[in-house]
């Protein structure tokens, strides 16, 4: 906890994850870098292979199976974009909208997108499905799906898998070695200013699917790489990378060398404990996730608080707490004092 800011009252990691002390110390230092016109492309670029590095420890792969971007729907696309015409792809009812709308893009193509109960993610997989995609953790619930299901469905028929991390990397142990596709945007959970997102790549997936945003940097030298009309991409994911958003750079990789040292099993035991004793004391089940939420149509109980100093946000009529590495038990207490004297206010429904 005391890498971080102060993070009292501040349950929204799932929003936005807050900065360590080291991330705003690289951030400070790059701007006056910048301010005295020292800095330099090359040290930039240093730091995007260490993140690059980071990343993979944190998922379990090789950096070579690791490309680099900026948002998680443009690294969809490339999936969406190499389906064939009149594919079918298997998404979850509800599930984040990075995750499903570069699918629906590729409609002029016959793609067709089926979205089903998250549940039976599994057993809607058929014969004919090309691709399934869905979030580790629910977005707007917290819901962990077990991907083995998934994964042998999918095997079963030889449909690729595509599963987004954001909401799961950083507290959640994940490995993204099982998926042909993972994608993970690094300012949740891992913290990392906004503009770092990581893709990874089975052999299939490095195959099957082609750099439809290839610029310099996915040079296999990107420095011999920035003039056309000739280009040798690279031989593994970094053909995948976009030019890098420099000045992110330093703050994801402070933030990345700390989640990157953190137990992944132990930040999950203290996020879902923290929510199991909220649930306790609101009298509502235990939910063992990270991201926990409650009925609240009305907005009523984020406005109260809000107007507390406690900082979380609504999703689809219901409430939503994230509990991360800087909450502790007064975080709990806090949130209960304001709820259990909420007028109407019920955990569960």
């Known amino acids: 906890m005391d890498s971080f800011v102060d993070g009292s009252g501040y349950l929204a990691a799932c929003t936005a994850g807050l900065p360590t002390l080291g991330t705003l110390a690289a951030m400070r230092a790059d701007l006056d870098e910048w301010g005295r016109a020292a800095s330099s492309p090359v040290a ?3 730091l995007v292979e260490e993140g690059r590095a980071l990343f993979a420890r944190i998922v379990g792969l090789d950096p070579a199976r690791v490309a680099t971007g900026s948002q998680t729907s443009a690294m969809v696309a490339v999936a969406a974009a190499a389906l064939p015409d009149s594919a079918e792809v298997v998404v979850p009812d509800g599930d984040f909208s990075s995750v499903v709308f570069p699918f629906h893009a590729q409609a002029h193509r016959g793609v067709r997108v089926r979205s089903v109960p998250l549940d039976r993610l599994a057993d ?7 691709l399934v995609a869905w979030s ?7 819901v962990v799906t077990d991907p083995a299901p998934v994964l042998d469905a999918a095997q079963a028929v030889g449909a690729m898998t595509l599963c987004d991390l ?54 296999a030298d990107v420095w011999s790489s920035c003039y056309g009309p000739t280009m040798r991409l690279a031989d593994d994911a970094r ?3 976009v030019s890098p958003a420099w000045q992110a750079w330093p703050g994801a990789v402070a933030a990345l060398r ?16 923290l929510a199991d004793r909220l649930a306790d004391a609101l009298g509502s089940p235990r939910s063992g996730q990270a991201i926990t939420t409650f009925p609240d149509p009305a907005g009523a109980a984020l406005r109260a608080l809000t107007d507390a100093g406690v900082t979380a946000s609504g999703r689809a009529g219901r409430l939503r707490l994230a509990l991360h590495l800087w909450n502790d038990d007064e975080d709990v207490t806090r949130v209960v004092d304001v709820l259990g004297g909420l007028p109407g206010f019920r955990p569960v429904g």
């Open 166 to 219: 954001t909401q799961a990397a950083g507290v959640l142990p994940v490995s993204a070695a099982p998926f042909d596709v993972t994608v993970t945007h690094a300012y949740k959970w891992l913290c990392a200013p906004r503009g770092v997102a990581f893709a990874t790549f089975s052999d299939a997936a490095l195959e099957r699917l082609r750099p439809v945003q290839a610029g310099w940097y996915a040079g």
């Open 136 to 142: 580790a953790v629910q977005s707007s619930s917290g």
């Open 258 to 273: 700390h989640l990157a040292s953190v137990d992944a099993a132990s930040a999950w035991r203290h996020a879902t404990g």
């Open 44 to 46: 930039y670029g240093a």
């Open 239 to 241: 053909r995948f990378d």
């Open 124 to 130: 809607e997989v058929r014969p004919g499905t090309a």
